[in-house]
């Protein structure tokens, strides 16, 4: 079947602006995730939902992140303001049901933030 | 908070040469242990998880990793390294309590014939 799916895969835009990311996760897994790879690092989590609600939000850096995933499968990434430290490689994965389900991650969008 | 440290940051071996990553961790409760694996080109990929019992598991292609509880480790090892492992490896934990991912910070792995 289809893995988790992520769109835009790179994205440049300049600093101050607005973006949002979008991630597709595996049909059927109601557990969602984003991290956020800087270079040279590992992945660092950002915030986890479970159906539609967040349910650990701690990892968001500041109120300049946020995410929403209404319907309780496509989730959008929302940063306001960027700026060039948000610069990264932003990762998706989603899980049978969280807990201690496997995670399985998407293909990342590379932002640049000019 | 939990940290994981991976103390090898670039790692070069020949061909049928073993492997061994090291991976340790901080955290003081019940652990689930992960390492997955980058190629180059393509996402992270599952390689071998510990959530208990055995703590001797095998994973794909070959790879297998030791938990060792006392010393808060979970070491990567592959008898003979084949070119095609050349990639990122990531060590990563998961408080037993928590559904997030804690990474290290990678090691590269370069394999030469």
């Known amino acids: 079947g289809a893995g988790v799916s992520q769109t835009p895969s790179n994205k440049v835009t300049e600093k101050g602006k607005y973006v949002e990311l979008r991630c597709d996760p595996i049909?059927?897994?109601?557990?969602l995730y984003w991290y956020r790879q800087s270079l040279g690092q590992g992945p660092e989590f950002l915030i986890y939902?479970?159906?539609?609600?967040?349910?650990?939000d701690s990892g968001l850096p500041n109120d300049r992140f946020f995410a929403v995933r209404p319907e309780g499968s496509v989730s959008t990434l929302k940063i306001q303001r960027t700026e060039r430290g948000d610069s990264a490689v932003y990762l998706c994965?989603?899980?049978?049901?969280?807990?201690?389900?496997?995670?399985?991650f998407g293909p990342g969008t590379r932002l640049t933030v000019t | 908070a939990q940290s994981v440290s991976q103390h090898n940051h670039h790692v070069i071996l020949s061909e049928a040469a073993s492997l061994e990553l090291g991976c340790n961790y901080s955290?003081?409760?019940?652990?689930?242990l992960f390492w997955y694996v980058q190629y180059p080109g393509q996402h992270l990929q599952l390689l071998l998880k510990?959530?208990?019992?055995?703590?001797l598991v095998k994973g794909i292609k070959g790879f297998e990793a030791e938990f060792i509880k006392s010393k808060f480790s979970f070491n990567l090892r592959k008898p003979s390294v084949q070119w095609s492992d050349t990639a990122e490896y990531f060590c990563?934990?998961?408080?037993?309590?928590?559904?997030?991912?804690?990474f290290g910070t990678g090691t590269r792995l370069q394999v030469t014939l």
């Open positions: 990563a934990v998961e408080p037993g309590t928590a559904s997030k991912l804690t």
């Open positions: 994965a989603s899980s049978f049901d969280g807990g201690s389900n496997e995670q399985y």
């Open positions: 939902f479970q159906g539609t609600g967040a349910a650990d």
């Open positions: 049909s059927g897994h109601t557990a």
């Open positions: 955290y003081g409760g019940t652990v689930n």
């Open positions: 510990y959530f208990s019992g055995d703590p």
